[in-house]
């Protein structure tokens, strides 16, 4: 079964400074994707950036990168340049394979809280 | 950029009271909608995948009866919440995705905050 990690529960930085946001994985299947979303307290979640298991160059969007090792089978998330706004919870997700009753959906981690500091 | 419209936002309403919310794709049509409950600072909890034009797939220990879900059309997906109690309180929110896969991501709705007196 497949199922993400993110081990901090919660992070500060400080405004203008980098973060990196930790995300682990576990999966068996050879071809999978891979998802950040930032949810502001409102609610809404906002798809961040996404990357394909067999993508050779780690995505980036923005102020927003993803540090994908496949080897190691973590895909952190870069926010630079950190902004107040940037204050959210983090989500982490991988998308279900498309086989055995399952039709793509997003398993989300349990996110990480992160704090701006100004 | 693809657009997903949930409402209501917000419902606060009694023990018994039954429960409709609505989830639209507003700029592409959404083969696939999926409802996500989410409780007080935890993660997304699938509850059902729904198709158009088909019956929902629910997700282990999710009540059919009790969560009624309709994707009558490509465009429009209804989660009815059936003699809602406290206990059914929580953030609900749906999301869609067109057709095709790959790095196609999921839109979400805004979400609704549902209170059950």
């Known amino acids: 079964a497949q199922k993400i990690t993110q081990t901090q529960p919660g992070m500060f930085v400080q405004e203008k400074e980098a973060v990196t946001l930790d995300c682990t994985y576990d999966?068996?299947?050879?071809?999978?994707?891979l998802f950040w979303y930032k949810q502001p307290s409102s609610g809404e979640m906002i798809f961040l950036i996404y990357q394909g298991s067999y993508d050779e160059q780690n995505a980036t969007e923005g102020r927003y990168s993803l540090n994908f090792q496949k080897a190691r089978k973590s895909a952190n998330l870069v926010i630079s340049a950190s902004q107040l706004g940037d204050s959210a919870m983090y989500f982490c997700a991988m998308r279900e394979p498309y086989y055995g009753g399952s039709q793509g959906n997003l398993i989300f981690g349990k996110g990480t809280k992160l704090s701006v500091k100004p | 950029g693809a657009v997903v419209s949930q409402h209501p936002s917000r419902v606060i309403c009694k023990s018994g009271t039954s429960v409709k919310i609505e989830c639209r794709s507003l700029?592409?049509?959404?083969?696939?909608m999926f409802w996500y409950r989410q409780f007080p600072k935890q993660s997304l909890m699938l509850m059902a995948t729904?198709?158009?034009?088909?019956?929902?797939?629910?997700e282990q220990g999710v009540e059919k009866d009790k969560f009624l879900i309709n994707h009558a059309s490509l465009t429009l997906s209804t989660l009815t919440v059936t003699s809602a109690h406290p206990e059914d309180s929580s953030f609900y929110i749906c999301?869609?995705?067109?057709?095709?896969?790959?790095?196609?991501?999921?839109?979400f709705g805004d979400g609704t905050r549902l209170s059950i007196l």
């Open positions: 729904s198709n158009e034009g088909s019956k929902a797939t629910y």
């Open positions: 700029d592409f049509q959404a083969t696939t």
């Open positions: 999966t068996s299947d050879q071809s999978y994707g």
């Open positions: 999301s869609a995705r067109g057709q095709g896969r790959g790095g196609q991501p999921q839109h």
